[in-house]
């Protein structure tokens, strides 16, 4: 299998109705659900034609009890998770899961100094790479709302190895781009302060956001911020799916049900779901904006 080593390789859906989330999902970006499940694990693989995109599973009955709900949580791929997890705790990282087998390799949920939670994987036995450019159906952006970018950089450096890519000289909020495993697939930047907490939001890739975003409330779903344009031609939304799990779409569109956003104000800020994020909006002639970030 291709080497994803220091990069995002997985991703699972945690959710309180997985047979909803199926449904949800194969409306939205076209995946296909298989069940997977061993005796003691009940599992589906969420797949985007013959590729393997990331795990479906109900949240355990104790992790409800603890007041976890619906989210998303990406894997980041590494040699020997052991030693991985050992210096994540020496950086100031917090361990949820330890190590430990499972149906897709040996895994941990962990979490940075700031909070955010993420999960590491070895020997991971699922998954291909993302194509590039990336394909509809495939996640192809990952984006951190930390409470501190620099430090949440620093630390994801020293623990993966992972490098900065200069950013653009005239955006009014850093935002660090960041080479993961050796692919430019990563952002970071500091989230406003009414954000509650710091969290990894990852991006899937769709033929058309302006037909996916209208899936998504067909669905049962939220687009909470967007459809905007980046610089490029891209869109980006922001959404919520039926059991509250955060997801974001990226992709060009037909404009068909996409309605503008102001042009008045240069600088935009917004709160989506109980949690915000925030860029730079770079006015056009026309009534459409185009984002000059991600976040």
């Given at each position: 299998?291709?080497?994803?080593r220091?990069?995002?390789?997985?991703?699972?859906l945690l959710?309180?109705?997985?047979?909803?989330?199926?449904?949800f999902?194969?409306?939205v970006?076209?995946?296909?659900?298989?069940?997977?499940?061993?005796?003691?694990?009940p599992?589906?693989?969420?797949s985007?034609?013959?590729?393997?995109?990331?795990?479906?599973?109900?949240?355990?009955?104790?992790?409800?009890?603890?007041?976890?709900e619906?989210r998303?949580?990406?894997?980041?791929?590494?040699?020997?998770?052991?030693d991985?997890?050992?210096?994540?705790k020496?950086?100031?990282?917090?361990?949820f899961?330890?190590?430990t087998?499972s149906?897709i390799?040996?895994?941990?949920?962990?979490?940075?100094?700031?909070?955010?939670?993420?999960?590491i994987?070895?020997?991971l036995?699922?998954g291909?790479?993302?194509?590039?450019?990336?394909?509809p159906?495939s996640?192809?952006?990952h984006?951190?709302?930390a409470?501190?970018?620099?430090?949440a950089?620093?630390?994801?450096?020293e623990?993966f190895?992972?490098?900065?890519?200069?950013?653009?000289?005239?955006?009014?909020e850093?935002?660090?781009?960041?080479s993961?495993?050796?692919?430019?697939?990563?952002?970071?930047?500091?989230?406003?302060?009414?954000?509650?907490?710091?969290f990894?939001?990852?991006?899937?890739?769709?033929?058309?956001?302006?037909l996916?975003a209208?899936?998504?409330?067909e669905?049962?779903?939220?687009v909470?911020q967007g459809?905007?344009?980046?610089?490029?031609?891209?869109?980006?939304?922001?959404?919520?799916?039926?059991q509250?799990?955060?997801f974001?779409?990226?992709?060009?569109?037909?404009?068909?049900g996409?309605?503008p956003?102001?042009?008045?104000?240069?600088?935009?800020s917004?709160?989506?779901?109980?949690?915000?994020?925030?860029?730079?909006?770079v006015a056009?002639p026309s009534?459409?904006p185009?984002?000059?970030?991600?976040?």
């Amino acid at each position: 299998m291709t080497d994803r080593r220091g990069s995002f390789a997985w991703y699972e859906l945690l959710t309180t109705h997985a047979s909803a989330a199926r449904s949800f999902y194969g409306g939205v970006v076209g995946w296909e659900a298989k069940d997977a499940s061993t005796p003691a694990f009940p599992y589906s693989v969420f797949s985007a034609g013959q590729t393997e995109i990331g795990g479906l599973m109900e949240l355990p009955s104790e992790a409800l009890r603890m007041g976890a709900e619906p989210r998303w949580v990406g894997y980041v791929a590494v040699d020997d998770i052991d030693d991985t997890v050992a210096r994540l705790k020496q950086l100031g990282g917090s361990v949820f899961v330890p190590p430990t087998n499972s149906n897709i390799g040996r895994v941990s949920i962990v979490a940075d100094p700031q909070t955010a939670t993420f999960g590491i994987v070895s020997a991971l036995t699922r998954g291909e790479p993302v194509a590039e450019p990336p394909l509809p159906g495939s996640v192809g952006w990952h984006e951190l709302l930390a409470a501190d970018g620099s430090k949440a950089f620093a630390f994801y450096s020293e623990l993966f190895d992972w490098q900065p890519v200069p950013r653009d000289k005239d955006r009014l909020e850093p935002y660090q781009l960041v080479s993961a495993g050796g692919r430019t697939n990563v952002g970071m930047f500091t989230k406003l302060p009414r954000a509650p907490v710091p969290f990894w939001l990852y991006y899937i890739e769709v033929a058309d956001i302006a037909l996916a975003a209208a899936r998504v409330k067909e669905g049962g779903g939220r687009v909470v911020q967007g459809p905007m344009e980046l610089l490029g031609g891209s869109w980006i939304a922001r959404c919520i799916d039926p059991q509250g799990a955060m997801f974001s779409l990226q992709g060009k569109t037909s404009q068909t049900g996409i309605e503008p956003a102001s042009t008045r104000e240069l600088g935009w800020s917004s709160e989506w779901g109980g949690f915000a994020s925030r860029g730079k909006v770079v006015a056009q002639p026309s009534t459409r904006p185009s984002s000059k970030s991600k976040g």
